[in-house]
């Protein structure tokens, strides 16, 4: 009998131990796959560093939550 491997989101390679901080980071990793709009031109933002956005149609720079845009 082979081991069985849980899958569980994006985060089962934490396997066993970390129940309640991969709880929160599948929440989070979720929320990172939506895409981030520009506050100013509501094109495409991309994160370039912790709570810093850049976006890539008006070049502008600001900064955001640390995970995404709006928290
Ligand atoms: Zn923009």
Redesign the pocket.
Same mark, same amino acid.
Do not use: S, V
């Given at each position: 009998m082979g081991v069985k491997k849980k899958k569980i989101g994006a985060a089962g390679r934490f396997g066993a131990g970390y129940g309640k901080v991969k709880n929160k980071l599948i929440a989070v990793e979720k929320k990172q796959r939506i895409r981030q709009d !520009?506050?100013? !031109? /509501?094109?495409?933002?991309v994160r370039v560093s912790k709570g810093i956005w850049n !976006? /890539? /149609? !008006?070049? /502008?720079t600001f900064a955001g939550g640390i995970f995404h845009l709006k928290d």
């Open positions: !520009c506050p100013f !031109c /509501k094109g495409r933002a !976006c /890539k /149609k !008006c070049n /502008k």
